[in-house]
């Protein structure tokens, strides 16, 4: 089964930086759009960035400016930089694959496990 792994969470102090990272296990043959949400307790799931095939993205406004997200083709991997973390980033924060193809057929709307983010005052 193909899976999203997320690594690169933790505990940091405001005006820190972390480097969020997710690759899909199994074998891959292409990615489409790929995305980090994050959800903080208590609030609804939101975007954070997309990143699509040909490296155009999409941020949140919240994020703009502080947050890049990037993807390396050859390894399947996206990233989420995050610099200037404020206790508001607090959140989970879940990547996805909006459409792979894999050994196993295709794949729609995949959604990693989340990966724990949290910035202290």
């Known amino acids: 089964q193909v899976q999203l792994v997320e690594s690169g969470g933790g505990l940091v102090q405001a005006g820190g930086s972390l480097r969020l990272s997710c690759v899909p296990s199994?074998?891959?043959?292409?990615?489409?759009?790929m995305g980090w949400y994050r959800q903080a307790p208590g609030k609804q799931r939101e975007l954070v960035a997309t990143?699509?095939?040909?490296?155009?993205?999409n941020y949140a406004d919240s994020v703009k400016g502080r947050f890049t997200i990037s993807r390396d083709n050859a390894k399947k991997t996206v990233y989420l930089q995050m610099n200037s973390l404020t206790p508001e980033d607090t959140a989970v924060y879940y990547c996805?694959?909006?459409?792979?193809?894999?050994?196993?057929?295709?794949?729609?709307?995949?959604w990693g496990q989340g990966t724990q983010v949290t910035v202290s005052s």
């Open positions: 990143i699509f095939s040909d490296g155009g993205t």
């Open positions: 996805t694959v909006e459409r792979m193809t894999t050994n196993r057929g295709p794949l729609l709307n995949i």
């Open positions: 199994g074998i891959i043959f292409t990615i489409g759009t």
